[in-house]
């Protein structure tokens, strides 16, 4: 184990709704985490919730709806999580979202606002709101799902990738600002970005049973990858890119 075990961490996890945040959730429960998830849908996020809590044994794990878009609900969403738990060790970033284009000349800019809000965003909202509380954990983790398109963008997914590419350089700059907080001694609190082609789940394979996916991330084995930032130390991992696919 590294400096980051997560037995008795207390974990945010945004954009808890969707399948790869129920994986996390139940992961992240199972290994002893309190573990309190974001989503925009209320009714998805109780059912990931719920999903979790059974599953893990009647683990501490709450959900609050949260609108990441706007900075102060953020930031309250932080505090309260201190204020109820007393700490906050792990904000693990799951907003996403995507959109192409046939061609890159046929680029809508629509797609690009709607994906810097999404993809871009809620990574500086929730970094912000999180940063000085993640530092002050002997364990603190800040988790980016990012894709590999951030650095080999194709001419269909200009938008997706150039915003893709942003959260990855801004949740580097947070990473230097742990770098720097831990001093001689090293960084005790990390940021780390995990990527992915794309992921896949359950569901997908029973609409598309004849698909391969090549090269995609089980949400199941991304939330495995999730848990084993806290199994190193932040020195390890902070600053990476984490590969869970071929690198292009």
Same mark, same amino acid.
């Given at each position: 184990?590294?400096?980051?075990?997560?037995?008795?961490?207390?974990?945010? &996890?945004?954009?808890?709704?969707?399948?790869?945040?129920?994986?996390?959730?139940?992961?992240?429960?199972?290994?002893?985490?309190?573990?309190?998830?974001?989503?925009?849908?209320?009714?998805?996020?109780?059912?990931? &919730?719920?999903?979790?809590?059974?599953?893990?044994?009647?683990?501490?794990?709450?959900?609050?709806? &949260?609108?990441?878009?706007?900075?102060?609900?953020?930031?309250?969403?932080?505090?309260?999580?201190?204020?109820?738990?007393?700490?906050?060790?792990?904000?693990?970033?799951?907003?996403?979202?995507?959109?192409?284009?046939?061609?890159?000349?046929?680029?809508?800019?629509?797609?690009?606002?709607?994906?810097?809000?999404?993809?871009?965003?809620?990574?500086?909202?929730?970094?912000?709101?999180?940063?000085?509380?993640?530092?002050?954990?002997?364990?603190?983790?800040?988790?980016?799902?990012?894709?590999?398109?951030?650095?080999?963008?194709?001419?269909?997914?200009?938008?997706?990738?150039?915003?893709?590419?942003?959260?990855?350089?801004?949740?580097?700059?947070?990473?230097?600002?742990?770098?720097?907080?831990?001093?001689?001694?090293?960084?005790?609190?990390?940021?780390?970005?995990?990527?992915?082609?794309?992921?896949?789940?359950?569901?997908?394979?029973?609409?598309?049973?004849?698909?391969?996916?090549?090269?995609?991330?089980?949400?199941?084995?991304?939330?495995?990858?999730?848990?084993?930032?806290?199994?190193?130390?932040?020195?390890?991992?902070?600053?990476?890119?984490?590969?869970?696919?071929?690198?292009?």
């Amino acid at each position: 184990m590294g400096n980051g075990a997560l037995s008795g961490a207390v974990i945010a &996890v945004a954009g808890a709704g969707g399948p790869a945040g129920r994986a996390a959730l139940l992961r992240l429960a199972q290994a002893g985490a309190t573990v309190v998830g974001s989503d925009n849908d209320p009714e998805r996020l109780a059912e990931a &919730v719920d999903h979790a809590r059974y599953e893990a044994g009647g683990a501490t794990v709450t959900g609050d709806t &949260v609108d990441l878009l706007d900075l102060n609900s953020t930031r309250e969403w932080a505090t309260r999580i201190e204020k109820d738990f007393g700490r906050v060790d792990g904000l693990v970033h799951l907003v996403g979202g995507w959109r192409g284009s046939e061609t890159f000349i046929k680029t809508s800019l629509d797609d690009w606002d709607f994906l810097e809000m999404l993809l871009v965003k809620t990574v500086q909202h929730t970094s912000l709101a999180f940063g000085e509380a993640l530092q002050a954990s002997d364990r603190g983790r800040y988790v980016l799902i990012s894709a590999a398109a951030a650095g080999n963008p194709t001419a269909g997914n200009a938008a997706y990738a150039a915003a893709k590419a942003a959260a990855e350089a801004w949740t580097l700059a947070l990473g230097d600002y742990f770098r720097k907080a831990g001093g001689a001694e090293g960084p005790t609190s990390a940021a780390a970005i995990l990527v992915v082609k794309a992921l896949v789940h359950d569901a997908m394979r029973a609409d598309r049973p004849n698909a391969k996916f090549a090269g995609f991330t089980d949400v199941q084995d991304l939330a495995e990858a999730i848990a084993g930032v806290w199994e190193k130390s932040a020195a390890e991992v902070n600053g990476q890119r984490l590969w869970l696919t071929e690198k292009p």
